[in-house]
Nanobody, 115 residues
Framework: QVRLVESGGGLVQTGGSLRLSCAAS????????MAWYRQAPGKQREWVAG???????NYADSVKGRFTISRDNTKATAYLQMNSLKPEDTAVYYC?????????WGQGTQVTVSS
């Protein structure tokens, strides 16, 4: 079992920055990929970025060049640095971890970007 807890969301103006954190606990060595997803009101949840245990990263086109995903395996924590935020980035952001072919989710953290 893996438990994920996100933090770092909030209200920011257009062009601002936020850093989200995702702290993992439980069977940490089993975690392979960690990722961030987001869900805006009335829309489906979408993948934002992912990082493997070897720290290979990948990003959705909509955030490429603005967001950076990283992880600290010693702290069992993943991060999402979000720069140049836009109103369309407003959503609940969820941390996801894939461990032994099972997916785990955090409770989500709200990010609101005002225009």
């Amino acid at each position: 079992q893996v438990r994920l807890v996100e933090s770092g969301g909030g209200l920011v103006q257009t062009g601002g920055s936020l850093r989200l954190s995702c702290a993992a606990s439980g069977n940490i060595p089993s975690i392979n990929v960690m990722a961030w997803y987001r869900q805006a009101p009335g829309k489906q949840r979408e993948w934002v970025a992912g990082i493997t245990s070897a720290e290979n990263t990948n990003y959705a086109d909509s955030v490429k060049g603005r967001f950076t995903i990283s992880r600290d395996n010693t702290k069992a924590t993943a991060y999402l640095q979000m720069n140049s935020l836009k109103p369309e980035d407003t959503a609940v952001y969820y941390c996801n971890a894939n461990a032994k072919l099972r997916n785990y989710w955090g409770q989500g953290t709200q990010v609101t970007v005002s225009s």
